[in-house]
Nanobody, 126 residues
Framework: QVQLEESGGGLVQAGGSLRLSCAAS????????MAWFRQAPGKEREFVAAIFRRNGGPYYTDSVKGRFTFSRDNAKNMVHLQMNSLKPEDTGVYYC???????????????????WGQGTQVTVSS
């Protein structure tokens, strides 16, 4: 099993930046597909970005392309999500997720991930 812990959330004005981190323990992230999902108030959890375990990607949802950058640090067993040019619609709880067996076509599917962190709140004010 792998345990995930997110950090780096906070309150930022529109146009600002935040860097989320996800620390993994128990297994090395290089063997897992790692992803970020987010959930806005009253909405379902949605895919944001992912890196496939065989180093494919990163893949992004259209609304964050060009603004967010997903990176993996295998040496520190961490992944990061650099978020720039933040918008109020980016507000939500951001979750780190991992899975070791999902196939590439399922990379955006919340049901494909077995391991989840507790989430970190991101609030973007207008």
């Amino acid at each position: 099993q792998v345990q995930l812990e997110e950090s780096g959330g906070g309150l930022v004005q529109a146009g600002g930046s935040l860097r989320l981190s996800c620390a993994a323990s128990g297994r090395t992230v290089s063997g897992y597909t790692m992803a970020w999902f987010r959930q806005a108030p009253g909405k379902e959890r949605e895919f944001v970005a992912a890196i496939f375990r065989r180093n494919g990607g990163p893949y992004y949802t259209d609304s964050v392309k060009g603004r967010f950058t997903f990176s993996r640090d295998n040496a520190k067993n961490m992944v990061h999500l650099q978020m720039n040019s933040l918008k109020p619609e980016d507000t939500g709880v951001y979750y780190c997720a991992a899975d070791s067996t999902l196939i590439l076509s399922s990379i955006t599917d919340i049901r494909a991930y077995d391991y989840w962190g507790q989430g970190t709140q991101v609030t973007v004010s207008s």
